[in-house]
C-alpha cells in the first residue's frame, strides 16, 4: 500500500494581486483566495484526507482549513513548509507598473536563480532545498506509520517547487525554476511506496478560472 500526498500552493493574497514579495510576511487570503480554496476543496471533496500539514502561515493554514473543511483530520504546522525568506525584498512591489527600484535584483530569483543573491536577513534556495528535503526525508521514514494514508501539504510557490523538483530528483539551483510558478491553489500528488516518491499528477486545478502566471517584467 502507497501512501499520497496532495501538496498544493495557498489561495491567493492582496500582495500576489500587487505583484508583491511575500515570503515570511504573514498575508492571509483575500476573498478570491477563499475562493479559489473553497473551489479546490469542492474538487477534492471525494478524496478521504487522513491528515495535514501546513506552513504556519495564515495564507496557507487557511487554505488547508477551507479543503479540509468537515473532516476530522488533524492539521499540523510544519515550520520546514513555510515559504523562502525574502528579508528586506519582503513588501517589495517585482512587476508591473508600480514596480519598485530593487525589483530588477530580486527578480534574479526567477530569470536567473544560480545568480540570485537574498538580501543578509534573506534565505538562501540552497537552505530551501535543505529544509523541505529534510520534511520529504521523514515523511518517507514514517512510510509504515502513513501506510495507506492520503496526506494534504499546505505551502508555498518557491517551497512547493523545492518539494517537487526534490521528487523529480532535481536539486539544481540553476534549474530551480525549470517549471513554471505553481499557480494558487494548484494541487500535485506525489505517491510514496518502500521509500520512493513518484509525481502522479502535477498542476492540477479545480476551478475554471484563468489565474494570471507569474512573470517577473
Known amino acids: 500500500m502507497a501512501m499520497m500526498l496532495y501538496i498544493v500552493r495557498h489561495g491567493e493574497t492582496d500582495w500576489n494581486r500587487m505583484r508583491k514579495v511575500q515570503g515570511h510576511t504573514d498575508i492571509p487570503l483575500n476573498d478570491y483566495g477563499r475562493h479559489l480554496a473553497e473551489e479546490t476543496a ?10 495535514a500539514y501546513t506552513s504556519p502561515l495564515l495564507r496557507a493554514k ?14 499540523i504546522e510544519e515550520e520546514r513548509l513555510k515559504e523562502l525568506s525574502f528579508g528586506s525584498y519582503e513588501g517589495l512591489c517585482c512587476s508591473g507598473e508600480h514596480k519598485e527600484p530593487g525589483s530588477d535584483e530580486f527578480n534574479r530569483f526567477f530569470t536567473d536563480t544560480e545568480n540570485y543573491i537574498p538580501p543578509k536577513n534573506g534565505e538562501t534556495v540552497e537552505r530551501l532545498y535543505e529544509r523541505t528535503g529534510d520534511f520529504l526525508q521523514e515523511i518517507c521514514l514514517r512510510e509504515e ?20 523538483n526534490r521528487v ?50
Open 42 to 51: 469542492e474538487g477534492m471533496r471525494d478524496i478521504r484526507l487522513d491528515m
Open 62 to 75: 487557511e487554505t488547508a482549513q477551507i479543503i479540509l473543511g468537515s473532516r476530522k483530520a488533524p492539521l
Open 145 to 164: 506509520e502513513f501506510k495507506d494514508k492520503n496526506i494534504l501539504v499546505s505551502t508555498h510557490g518557491a517551497t512547493m517547487n523545492a518539494l517537487l
Open 168 to 217: 523529480k530528483g532535481n536539486v539544481s539551483v540553476e534549474e530551480f525554476w525549470r517549471d513554471e510558478v505553481p499557480p494558487n491553489c494548484a494541487v500535485s500528488m506525489v505517491e510514496i511506496r518502500d521509500g520512493k516518491m513518484k509525481i502522479i499528477r502535477e498542476g492540477v486545478i479545480f476551478y475554471k478560472e484563468k489565474v494570471k502566471k507569474w512573470k517577473a517584467v
